[in-house]
Every structure is written in C-alpha cells, then in structure tokens.
C-alpha cells in the first residue's frame, strides 16, 4: 500500500502543480491533495518505525494500512476530479463536508484540554463560555478549518506532532510541535522541532494559519473583555 500511495502521489503531482497556479476552481481538489499526503506520511512514519527496528504494536500497523487506504481512496477522487471538473461540484463536495470536531456543539470543542484544567483552576470557566459562546456565534467554519483540525487529530495520533502548549486567546487550541518532520500543514513544509497554530480570529474575522521556529510564552489568558 505504501508503493501504491507513492505512485498515485506521482501520478496527480504535476496535474496538481498547474492546478494551483489556476488557484479558485481546484481549491477543493488542493484541500483533498493535502489531507492524502498527510495520511500518506502518516503511513509512512509508522513504516519507517517497522524498518527501523522499532516494535510497534498491531493498533500500529492496523493505522499505518488505514491512513495509506485513506490516502489512496483521495489520490483516486482527486485523479478523477482533475480530468473531469464537473466532479468538483460532486464527489470532491461531498468528501470534504465530512464532519469534524468543529462541527459539534460543544463549546470547547477544539479548546486544549490542558487549557480546560486551567481555565477550571483559576475561576475562569463562566468567563471562557461567554468568549466560546461569542466566538462560535460569529465564527463562519471552513472547509479548510476541518481539514487541518482532521489533520492534526491523524498527525497526532502518528506521533508527527505534539501539543506543546495552548494558544494565548479564545478557543485556547492547542499549538503543535513537530516531532517528526517535515509535515504538510497550511499548504506549507514545517521542519521538525517548528511550531504551529490555527488562529480563529476574533469579531468574526476568518481564521489563519500560523507557523513559526517558535513561540513566545503570554502572561495570562486574553479574553474578548480585555480589549475594553
């Protein structure tokens, strides 16, 4: 499975190439380009543990084939969509509308856990509901907030990526470190030992992704009625 993920990998690479240089029409089919190869190097981390040496348990090598089966099943959609456009309006539509934790109705749905402990500790839970609450009321959730809160959930779960610490405001998400690198997120390459964020914005404004060598540590939670 693994040689069959690398040659559909080069198969759709060049048709993909072009089809970021014509951008709106095949921003879907880019969105699903990018989940299969963060499932293909999923696969392949667990693999190269197995090469390694390293003994991994059967949960392991059952993930590795279900990332690569996944990865495949994209490459697949994706070869079609960019011989056929009208596609894109079918089948790549409804791959991408599959349901993530955004689409919950919990409030701290992407907020850290560590973030949650902390928030319980200091007295602040009313006080994060009302900002969450505000927050989601305004927040328009993307496509592509699904795909790199799914990404993350299976980049995670690899052991390519770890929290290392919350983000400073409102949802209070996790930041990741990357352990294994490079990792495909944001439509960029993220070395090994980088760091990364979503940031939902704030007052309804679109989200963005955020990467850096590092970040720097806040002093305190910033929440909505801070600003006034």
Same mark, same amino acid.
């Given at each position: ?10 198969? /759709? ?6 089809? !970021? ?8 089919? =880019? ?14 981390? =667990? ?14 090598? %059952? ?20 011989? @056929? ?8 539509? /409804? ?17 850290? !856990? ?5 928030? !319980? ?15 989601? /009321? ?15 959930? @299976? ?23 990357? %352990? ?49």
């Amino acid at each position: 499975m693994r040689r069959a993920a690398d040659e559909m990998e080069s198969l /759709v690479k060049d048709k993909l190439a072009y089809a !970021r240089t014509v951008g709106e029409p095949y921003k879907d089919v =880019i969105l699903l380009y990018e989940e299969a190869r963060t499932r293909r190097q999923s696969g392949d981390a =667990i693999v190269g543990s197995i090469l390694g040496g390293q003994k991994v348990s059967i949960q392991s090598h %059952e993930e590795a084939e279900q990332q690569y089966w996944l990865a495949l099943s994209a490459y697949m959609l994706i070869s079609q969509a960019l011989e @056929d456009s009208a596609l894109l309006d079918k089948k790549v539509q /409804v791959r991408l509308q599959k349901k993530s934790k955004l689409d919950a109705r919990d409030l701290f749905k992407v907020t850290s !856990r560590t973030a949650i402990r902390e928030i !319980r500790q200091s007295g602040e839970y009313a006080q994060a509901q009302v900002d969450l609450a505000e927050l989601w /009321v305004k927040h328009t959730i993307t496509d592509e907030e699904r795909e790199y809160e799914n990404a993350v959930d @299976d980049l995670a779960a690899t052991g390519r990526i770890c929290e290392d610490g919350y983000w400073y405001c409102c949802p209070f998400q996790p930041v990741y470190k990357v %352990e294994n690198g490079p990792v495909e997120m944001g439509g960029r390459s993220i070395p090994t030992g980088h760091v990364f964020v979503w940031d939902y914005g704030e007052d309804g404004n679109p989200g963005r992704f955020i990467t850096e060598s590092s970040f720097g540590r806040a002093d305190s939670r910033h929440y909505c009625e801070d600003e006034t």
